[in-house]
């Protein structure tokens, strides 16, 4: 399986973006998905996830700013990111939160203040 992200990019405070994750090799439609984020000298951490049945998780950190969704069609997860702050500056990765695969190498969000 691959995992393509991209859509990162600098904002200030404030900015959104729209995060894509690419996925290829496997069933798209069938997995749960999610959005990690991992900011520098911390752990990993779950910011959002999306069943295959589409529902949803948002860490509370996140809710009300970001919303995550899927195209099955297009095979690819997205993650809207709204009124962003700078604790959002991490690099953003996509993998399945339930059988994880091989992880990518992320895209960047660095947010100004």
């Known amino acids: 399986v691959q995992l393509v992200e991209s859509g990162g990019g600098l904002v200030q405070t404030g900015g959104s973006l729209r995060l894509a994750c690419a996925v290829s090799g496997t069933a798209f439609s069938i997995n749960d998905m999610g959005w990690y984020r991992q900011a520098p000298g911390l752990q990993r951490e779950l910011v959002a996830s999306i069943t295959a049945g589409g529902h949803t998780y948002l860490a509370d950190s996140v809710k009300g700013r970001f919303y995550i969704s899927r195209d099955n069609a297009k095979e690819t997860l997205y993650l809207q990111q709204n009124s962003l702050l700078a604790e959002d500056t991490a690099v953003y990765y996509c993998?399945?939160?339930?059988?994880?695969?091989?992880w990518g190498r992320g895209t960047q969000v660095t947010v100004s203040s």
């Open positions: 993998n399945n939160p339930v059988h994880p695969w091989d």
